[in-house]
């Protein structure tokens, strides 16, 4: 109750997350070793604004997104929403909680209980948050899905019903029948038509516009972001390497693998040359990430100091943050 | 495998309750009609054996045994002479009770402890999975023979001790339906969206576990009754005189090459019963499933 209403208060507060897998081998299945999935991983979200966290498959970025809301377990570090502690949180302050953040997945297929009607499936969580019951739970269950561009009559419709547009639509209404303020879309396009991806974007959009909603957008189309996005992180191997405003970002990446990541961004004009930067190998197992930076073994520009000291998340004068020796020289 | 409805595009559908839904595509189904049919009349003969049978089920007639199939005796007499026929309708009514008791008995103490194993998984998981492994580690039989011993002798703990026996295969199925459900995003959302763990497991991941249940279910009935007619044989089930169709068969079984009729008639009625459960489960699992329904 203490939350401090005062605006520059972050909606929410990652710090120094961590979700470290156990690696169980042998008979008796003792700990062997972690995946580090998310490696200590700091940033703030504000009020009304679009994070993107952005990374190749395996990075850790839908990882980071299920830590903050508890889906997954988080190793160690601190998540807040508006001041107050997630990690920590029980009983009637988590449903609270709950209620406030939510999250759109990435496959609509298999977000939604095949056995459920959509009205009767957004009814129960209603119920369970005390929010609407009966005929009341009814039409708040029909308003959202209107909200979300489906129609009233769709609530006795069972999901293998819907177009996979439509569910993903459907994920969005659930999302929303509590009201929520944050809302984690994790990949909430990839697996989805491209003629349907932008109807999808714009209802993202327009539902932010409409209920003041801040969103962490987990993505690795990086024109996608580009659209949505007001700041951009990028993940590697479980560590942001840089965090930067959109436009800061699209127009000079400070970070080798954020370059990298932008060159492959393909140009609608032909006759634009264009330097690709290909990385070469693969991205290290995480299970067993190279000692210093994480990015060494297919930088570019690798130096000595890049084998032996990790690079910290430092601020530029630009207002950019990148994990880079090259930004930041080790004195 | 979707099928685009044309007529029903756009038209608003009329809510009509689940249960409704599902009895009424059960009796369109041709096949679980006949199942239900089946069972019906395995039900209606037992219930009303003292009308349908000809003759005194315990009589014995030790002039008149092993007679083959006739006009006085339709199915026959066995090796005191007691009418086969009436000894069905009368054992009906106990084998029915053991099938139906034990599965619910299994399915009851089962499904939750396979579930609860499945989804909370870590310690929990491995404690309970180890001593499900002890158990499947019998021959069921054999479970049930300790479970009776333990209980003693008698109809009803019979039921019971071959309900037990298959305790082990309903949490061994459940669990593994469990640990592949409780992965699906559905899960996950209602989890981010306050609902507790009870809640999810019976009212999100339980529900899409029907099939497997009902499948092994249909199965178990009769296998209930064959393990419940080998207790029998043991003297550990139903006792001697009482007619049972697995105690029937069972002891027919000594006259199988001079009288097949003792074996024949109480193996059809078991294969019938258990076709019938089949065809009903069959239905049911497909009733239930809004996929198939629409």
């Known amino acids: 109750m203490s939350a401090p209403a005062v605006a520059d208060v972050p909606v929410l507060s990652v710090r120094d997350l961590k979700k470290y897998f156990p690696i169980r081998t042998g008979v008796l299945s003792r700990v062997s070793g972690h995946v580090k999935a998310v490696d200590g991983v700091t940033f703030d979200i504000q009020a009304g604004e679009t994070f993107a966290l952005v990374g190749e498959s395996g990075c850790g970025k839908s990882t980071t997104g299920r830590a903050i809301l508890r889906l997954t377990g988080a190793t160690d570090g601190e998540v807040y929403y508006q001041g107050e502690d997630v990690l920590g949180a029980s009983g009637e302050r988590m449903r609270r909680l709950r209620k406030a953040m939510q999250i759109v997945f990435q496959d609509p297929y298999s977000a939604l209980n095949p056995r459920k009607t959509v009205g009767s499936a957004i009814g129960e969580i209603l119920r369970v948050h005390r929010m609407a019951s009966g005929a ?9 899905l209107v909200r979300c561009g489906l129609e009233a009559y769709h609530s006795y419709r069972y999901p293998h019903e819907f177009s996979g547009g439509q569910r993903q639509r459907v994920v969005i209404a659930r999302a929303l029948a509590l009201d929520p303020r944050f809302i984690v879309a994790d990949e909430p396009i990839s697996a989805l038509d491209v003629s349907i991806q932008s109807q999808i974007i714009n209802l993202l959009e327009d539902l932010q516009d409409s209920f003041q909603l801040t969103y962490l957008f987990i993505s690795h189309d990086l024109s996608v972001v580009r659209h949505m996005a007001d700041r951009v992180g990028v993940m590697y191997l479980g560590k942001l390497v840089e965090v930067a405003e959109k436009r800061e970002f699209y127009r000079e990446p400070l970070h080798p693998y954020s370059q990298a990541l932008l060159s492959a961004i393909p140009v609608s004009d032909p006759t634009v040359k264009k330097k690709r930067i290909i990385l070469q190998g693969d991205v ?11 990015f060494h073994t297919r930088c570019p520009y690798v130096m000595d100091v890049c084998r032996t000291v990790p690079p910290a998340l430092l601020q530029t004068e630009t207002g ?3 994990a880079c020796h090259l930004v930041h020289p080790v004195t | 495998m979707r099928n685009v409805d044309l007529t029903a595009e756009g038209m608003p559908r009329k809510k009509t309750s ?18 239900l049919t089946i069972i019906g009349l395995f039900v ?21 045994r092993l007679q083959p199939p006739s006009r006085e005796h339709l199915l026959g007499t066995d090796e005191l002479g007691r009418d086969l026929l009436s000894r069905m309708f009368y054992g009906g009514r106990i084998s029915l009770n053991i099938g139906i008791i034990s599965v619910l ?23 309970t999975q180890r001593f499900i492994d002890i158990m499947i580690a019998f021959p069921g039989i054999l479970l049930a023979i300790v479970v009776v011993t333990v209980l003693g002798v008698g109809v009803e703990n019979v039921m019971i001790a071959t309900g037990i026996a298959s305790v082990p295969i309903y949490a061994r199925l459940v669990r593994g339906s469990v640990l592949s459900i409780k992965e699906q995003s559905y899960v996950a959302a209602a989890r981010a969206a306050g609902l507790g763990d009870v809640r999810i497991i019976f009212r999100q991941i339980l529900p899409n576990c029907l099939a497997p249940i009902i499948v092994q279910s ?16 043991l003297g550990l089930g139903a006792q001697a005189p009482t007619p049972e169709w697995g105690a029937i068969l069972s002891n027919g079984r000594a006259y199988i090459r001079t009288a097949h009729h003792l074996t024949t008639y109480p193996g059809l009625a078991i294969l019938l019963m258990v076709l019938g459960f089949n065809l009903v489960g069959d239905g049911l699992r497909d009733a239930l499933d809004p996929k198939t329904r629409s």
């Open chain 1, 136 to 144: 009341e739970s009814r039409e708040r269950v029909e308003e959202v």
């Open chain 1, 284 to 294: 290290p197992s995480p299970a067993n990430p190279p000692a210093g930076c994480p």
């Open chain 1, 320 to 322: 950019h943050s990148v």
């Open chain 2, 18 to 35: 689940e249960l409704r839904e599902v009895f009424r595509h059960l009796v369109r189904n041709r096949a679980a009609v006949v199942g």
């Open chain 2, 44 to 64: 209606v003969v037992s219930v009303f054996a003292p009308v349908f049978a000809t003759h005194d089920p315990l009589a014995a007639n030790l002039g008149n």
């Open chain 2, 105 to 127: 008995i299994g399915v009851l103490i089962g499904v939750p402890i396979g579930a609860v194993s499945g989804y909370f998984g870590g310690k929990l998981d491995i404690i």
């Open chain 2, 218 to 233: 249909t199965f178990q009935i009769a296998t209930s009754i064959l393990w419940a007619a080998g207790l029998g044989f």
